[in-house]
């Protein structure tokens, strides 16, 4: 089975820009969609990205999804750090016939 | 307001069961398919089931196949996950979430389900 695999916390400053990469380890990471999730404390995951790049209506700019097949892996860049952005970030495809896979998750910290 | 309402979690023996109830209200579950999702410390998101929006289709983990069941009423808006022979591993909060064919776009808050003797 695929696995998705996150680095498990970032951090960085106010302003900064951050990067979270998610790693897939069997199979080609251009072979399925990439969506990304944002979780805050004690709230339900919520859609940011999907389709490996394309923002949901509403979600700042400064969040953006890519794909790299030379690493095998997708990557949620966050410009301009906000201290809402604080929150866990998932990673998430859909492959096959009805195999859904979350990635393990990463905790943003602003500093 | 736009929500997913999930109920019938609680703290249960190994071997009992629950069912878990899913109410749509400002939303219609009609024409999409609704899966469960559950969140745990050690295992973080994992999806569970789901059922096609015709309601014919079910598929599940293969963690859970067998001992789940998920279903829906049509009428009520509302979706159900029979869950048998609960083990420690079942332990963890347990959404219920609409998917739009690309992506999950509502979720509920979730039930919480504790398997512990």
Redesign the interface.
């Known amino acids: 089975n695929v696995m998705l695999i996150q680095p498990l916390s970032v951090s960085d400053s106010p302003g900064k820009t951050i990067t979270i990469s998610c790693i897939r380890s069997s199979g080609s990471i251009g072979d399925n969609?990439v969506?990304w999730?944002q979780q805050r404390p004690g709230?339900?995951?919520?859609?940011i990205i999907?389709?490996d790049n394309r923002r949901i209506s509403g979600v700042p700019d400064r969040f953006s999804g890519s794909v790299d097949r030379a690493s095998n892996s997708a990557s949620l860049t966050i410009s301009g750090l906000k201290s809402e952005d604080e929150a866990d970030y998932?990673c998430?495809i859909y492959y096959d016939i009805?195999h859904?896979?979350?990635?393990?998750?990463t905790r943003v910290t602003v500093l | 307001q736009v929500k997913l309402l999930e109920s019938g979690g609680g703290v249960v023996q190994p071997g009992m069961s629950l069912r878990l109830s899913c109410v749509a209200s400002g939303l219609s579950l009609r024409g999409f398919p609704v899966h469960w999702v559950r969140q745990s410390p050690d295992k973080g998101l994992e999806w569970v089931a789901l059922m096609a929006f015709h309601g014919g289709s079910k598929f599940y983990a293969d963690s859970v196949e067998g001992r789940f069941t998920i279903s829906r009423d049509h009428l009520q808006n509302t979706v159900f996950l029979d869950m048998t022979n609960l083990g420690p591993e079942d332990t963890a909060l347990y959404y219920c979430v609409r998917y739009s064919g690309v992506y999950y776009d509502y979720w509920g808050q979730g039930t919480p389900v504790t398997v512990s003797s």
Do not use: I, K, T
């Open positions: 969609y969506q999730y709230s339900a995951p919520n859609v999907y389709e998932y998430q009805f859904y896979v979350f990635g393990s998750g």
